[in-house]
């Protein structure tokens, strides 16, 4: 028995606890090129697939030729939607109740939609034999923005669908309207913005891929796919192939980014689990990037118009805006809560707004499916942008600093629990303090005397502010669920004999640093090292039922369940100790790692002897062993809130602008690992200023995707990208476990306002309300040239 004392407490940073800025231990395979994705999986007898697209947005499918593909040597399985609707399988589900073509039949209805697949010995071979397929278009006139598609004598896109005759995907209102109508007759002034959040794309490093692998001989299926949420993918699988879920095996493996993109289900994983049923033999399909940047999990593409009630001295009495969002072919969101637009209305959730009404549509257009995913929590990120750009258009118009503006309405702490107009419950903050903070970082005061200064010699500084609450962790149960399967998440550990550990969850780590963080928690509740607690997840066969990884729920819901768990290992060793110490349980204490008695305090037990009694010397009538699980259903979702200011300065000559300073505050609750957490605001941030300035794909009016590569669409690399000053508040989650909130989204849902308001800022005194994203510089030119806004 060991003999320590108080004094000689494990240090908990030490051992890797929370609070550890530890390095990522993922790391050490990633950086050395060991990482074992998708395409690093090879099994016997594999086959290749790849996928045929439609050239056209819309257009009738006449014909579909394959028999010149059937006759190239190597070719093994031509797959055309008539084919796949003889297995009830030309149709899918989606997770947002629709329905989507895994290949094309009738119509194509997006550029890059997938009509036919072709296996083969090897990828060049299938490539090869979908160029030997003809296929005749019949073309329609294409759609491709939602308003355009709501109107009168638009072409119906999904004229499959029965009942539909029009481009309306859904309708949808939240608020009280005459209350905030009365709010708008009330009003001193009205303060009004229109504007599009456009289309934008997560693209990750590695695009999607599987391989599916059904055996003959026991008709099991075993799936490698990119996926962000194995169990799923599992379920619905089961509930499509009406196949047990324990003859359903989903493994993902290292996942290089996902951001969203790997969320949703796509045709070509089930166009390859379909192949590999057909012929019995393993078939692998990794997507190329432009199949990836044109067809899959696209995002944002909203348009709204919105206008704020306020009083003379800048209190907002009432909010109400409308949007219209871009959905593409098929309603496929995936995203859990029974709102069709996700959770746009948490917008104004950090502003004590007594009322407000949003309305919102939906629209088919002939674009790829998308809407939720990127980096946000279904709709947030336009959500947050809409809020601070029309706050930042209001300071102007109210007269007002657009610091104090905020300061004015942002949501006191002694307000929480704070219901917002629009039915959410935020938990917690100190959203005062973060823009003081933000301020003082940035030198605020000062930087308004050198713009002063800076104009009189015909320079145009600017600084633009957002700040924002966003509900991070979906969900609880209540009101979130995927395919009617709850938003829990879950942990199991299974402590070993010698005190080493494995734990898995329900999450999916794709780069958030899930092996790093998790076995931090592990420590910290537990005392054992987090370098002795291996962290394994994504694999059905293993991992608990969980709901993967996705609006930064992975902290609030499966790490909360790793507390949990531990907590519940910690009780059993408790009574270990009791046994080995021979006192009983109600005299024991507890610290870091060890046991004690609380009378003689020298003598105590560590965790590690305690897991050597579980298999070797427990009480008499106790189970042995030393292993749980934790099923974890969040109360609420988190609320962290951020501060993000930026300075610019804009060349009045040219348009160009460029990023002077980036300060952040960020208050997630108390971080498990402050390095990761700051990897994630950095990152989260990159993509902020890639969307407002660099990154967008449109459409001409033929339907043709501008864009679907790297040369149009643009990822920034550290040579454009500004540094970060970040700064923390810490404001624990009074709900969670730990007092954690997720982080894993808010810089990319707060960041992108901040940059556009400090350009808007710069032009302040040319009239000009919006320019749309991205900021480019001839749109920012053109604005100064003729004071108009830039759409
Ligand atoms: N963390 C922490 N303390 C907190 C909150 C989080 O230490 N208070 C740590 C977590 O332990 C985890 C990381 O920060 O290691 C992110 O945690 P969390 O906010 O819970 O988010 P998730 O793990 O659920 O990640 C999802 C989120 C989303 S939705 C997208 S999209 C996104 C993002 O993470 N995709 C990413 N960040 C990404 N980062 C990388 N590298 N790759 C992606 O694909
Ligand atoms: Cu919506 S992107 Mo993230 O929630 O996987």
């Not at 959905?327 to 959770?343: E, N, R, T, V, Y």
């Not at 800076?454 to 700040?467: D, M, P, Q, V």
Request: hydrophobic share 40%.
């Amino acid at each position: 028995m060991s003999e320590a004392t108080n004094s000689t407490q494990l240090d908990e940073v030490r051992i890797g606890g929370i609070g550890a800025s530890r390095k990522r231990v993922e790391d050490a395979r990633f950086i050395r090129g060991r990482g074992s994705y998708v395409d690093d999986i090879t099994l016997p007898g594999m086959l290749h697939m790849e996928i045929l697209r439609s050239p056209v947005a819309h257009a009738r499918i006449k014909s579909i030729d394959t028999s010149k593909a059937w006759e190239i040597p190597g070719v093994r399985l031509v797959l055309t939607g008539e084919m796949a609707a003889q297995r009830n399988l030309a149709w899918m589900p989606t997770l947002s109740y629709d329905t989507q073509a895994v290949l094309a039949t009738d119509k194509v209805r997006f550029q890059g939609q997938e009509v036919a697949c072709v296996v083969a010995d090897d990828p060049y071979i299938a490539k090869d034999g979908c160029e030997a397929i003809v296929v005749e278009y019949e073309p329609l006139p294409a759609v491709v923005n939602p308003r355009q598609a709501m109107a009168e004598d638009a072409p119906v896109i999904r004229d499959d669908k029965e009942g539909q005759t029009d481009n309306l995907c859904y309708s949808w209102e939240v608020g009280d309207k005459e209350a905030t109508d009365r709010a708008f007759e009330q009003a001193d002034v009205i303060s009004r913005l229109s504007l599009h959040y456009p289309r934008s794309h997560p693209s990750p490093i590695e695009n999607c891929g599987a391989v599916a692998s059904f055996d003959q001989a026991t008709e099991n299926l075993t799936v490698y796919m990119t996926t962000q949420a194995p169990h799923i993918i599992r379920a619905a699988v089961a509930l499509v192939a009406e196949l047990p879920e324990h003859m359903i095996r989903i493994i993902s493996p290292d996942i290089g980014g996902g951001f969203g993109n790997k969320v949703p289900v796509y045709p070509g994983y089930v166009c390859a689990i379909l192949c590999s049923i057909l012929l019995g033999k393993p078939v692998k399909w990794i997507e190329d990037k432009s199949g990836n940047l044109i067809s899959t999990g696209f995002a944002r593409d909203m348009y709204f118009d919105g206008e704020l009630a306020l009083r003379s001295d800048g209190r907002i009495l009432g909010v109400r805006f409308h949007a219209d969002t871009d959905q593409g072919a098929f309603f496929s969101d995936a995203q859990p809560s029974k709102f069709k637009i996700g959770l746009v209305h948490s917008a104004f959730a950090c502003y004590d707004v007594p009322t407000g009404h949003i309305t919102a549509r939906g629209a088919y257009t002939n674009k790829a499916p998308g809407g939720v995913a990127y980096r946000c929590s279904f709709r947030v990120t336009e959500a947050m942008f809409f809020q601070e750009r029309l706050m930042a258009a209001a300071a102007v118009d109210v007269g007002l600093d657009p610091a104090e503006f905020r300061r004015r309405n942002l949501v006191r702490d002694d307000q929480f629990p704070y219901r917002t107009p629009f039915g959410f419950l935020t938990d917690s903050g100190q959203y005062q303090k973060c823009l003081d903070l933000g301020l003082e970082a940035i030198g605020y005061d000062q930087f308004l005397e050198d713009k002063e200064e800076a104009a009189k010699r015909g320079r145009r500084l600017g600084i633009g502010i957002s700040t924002m609450t966003e509900p991070l962790g979906a969900g609880n149960s209540r009101e979130y669920d995927i395919l009617g399967i709850k938003m829990f998440d879950s942990a199991e550990l299974r402590v070993h004999p010698t005190g080493k550990a494995i734990l898995r969850t329900g999450a999916k780590t794709q780069g958030q640093g899930h092996e790093t963080t998790w076995a931090q928690i592990v420590a910290h509740e537990l005392g054992i090292p987090a370098a002795d607690v291996l962290v394994e997840e994504g694999d059905t066969d293993t991992a608990p039922f969980g709901m993967g990884t996705y609006a930064s729920r992975s902290t609030p819901v499966a790490g909360a369940a790793v507390a949990m768990v531990s907590r519940k290992i910690r009780a059993k060793a408790r009574k270990l100790a009791a046994h080995l110490l021979e006192v009983s349980e109600e005299d024991i204490e507890w610290e870091l790692g060890r046991f004690y008695v609380r009378s003689a305090p020298a003598r105590g037990v560590s965790i590690q002897e305690c897991a050597a009694a579980a298999y070797g010397n427990m009480p008499d009538g106790m189970e042995p062993g030393l292993e749980n699980n934790a099923y974890y259903d969040p109360p609420n979702l988190t609320w962290p809130f951020a501060c993000y200011i930026v300075t610019v300065e804009v060349d009045p000559e040219s348009g160009v602008w460029d990023v002077l300073r980036v300060v952040a505050v960020d208050d997630c609750g108390v971080r498990i690992n402050p390095m990761i957490v700051e990897g994630q605001i950095m990152g989260g941030l990159t993509e902020a200023y890639a969307m407002s300035n660099m990154q967008f794909i449109t459409f001409d009016a033929d339907g043709n995707c501008v864009g679907s590569n790297y040369m149009d669409y643009l990822l920034p690399t550290a040579w454009e990208t500004p540094g970060f000053e970040l700064h923390e508040v810490t404001t624990p989650c009074p709900h969670h476990p730990l007092g954690a909130k997720g982080v894993g989204e808010c810089a990319a849902v707060g960041g992108p306002a901040a940059f556009v308001n400090a350009v808007m800022d710069a032009l302040s005194d040319t009239g000009v309300r919006n320019i749309d994203m991205p900021v480019l510089p001839d749109r920012v030119w053109e604005a100064i040239a003729t004071g108009q806004d830039v759409s």
